[in-house]
Structures are given as structure tokens and as C-alpha cells.
Nanobody, 121 residues
């Protein structure tokens, strides 16, 4: 069991930056896969980035080169630069409390409440 709390969302203009944080109620660095997802209104939730327990990171093609994820003992970060209007949505962190990241978002058992990111043109 783990509680996840996101923060750092907000409203910015295109080209701006935001840093999201996700604090877990237990240590996750080096032990559990942690991931960021986002969901725009009327759209499916999509993966943004994930960090495996061996700290291998992967990113969605749409955010490569602009977003960077990092984690410390119990906090996951998402640095978002050069934001675009299509990045608008609710951002969630998630974990399955296992080292290897799941292949499907449906396998993630634990989710935060989300933090809203709005990018205006």
C-alpha cells in the first residue's frame, strides 16, 4: 500500500516550464517503478514517462527532449520545458510497487489524485 500526492501543476504560456512532484508515503527509489501519466479532457490516459527500479528512464515520443523525470528516495519529479498547448491535461503519478514497469497502464495499482497542467497558446 502506498499513497501518492502530486503537486506543481499550474497555468503557463506555450514555451514555459513547470516542475511536477509526486511524494510517496514510502521509499521507492531503486526499488519500484514510478511513472507519470496524463489525461486530456475526452481522451484516454497516456503514459508520459517511467523510471524502472534500475533508474532506466523512458519517455513518450511526444515529450522526448522537453520533459525529464527524476526521483529521490520517495519523490518523483517531472521537469517540463518548452510546454505546448497539447501538453494540457491532468497529470498523475503511479506505481505498481514492483521493480519492472508494467507494460499496460491497467497494471498500475496505485495512483495519485492528479495535478492540472494548462498551457495556453
Amino acid at each position: 500500500q502506498v499513497d501518492l500526492v502530486e503537486s506543481g501543476g499550474g497555468s503557463v504560456q506555450a514555451g514555459g516550464s513547470l516542475r511536477l512532484s509526486c511524494t510517496a508515503s514510502l521509499a521507492t527509489y531503486g526499488t519500484h517503478c514510478m511513472a507519470w501519466f496524463r489525461q486530456a479532457p475526452g481522451q484516454e490516459r497516456e503514459g508520459v514517462s517511467q523510471i524502472e527500479s534500475d533508474v532506466t528512464k523512458t519517455y513518450a515520443d511526444s515529450v522526448k527532449g522537453r520533459f525529464t523525470s527524476a526521483n529521490t528516495r520517495n519523490t518523483l519529479y517531472l521537469q517540463m520545458n518548452n510546454l505546448k498547448p497539447e501538453d494540457t491535461g491532468m497529470y498523475y503519478c503511479a506505481t505498481a510497487l514492483r521493480g519492472r514497469c508494467p507494460a499496460s497502464r491497467y497494471e498500475y495499482k496505485y495512483w495519485g489524485q492528479g495535478t492540472q497542467v494548462t498551457v495556453s497558446s
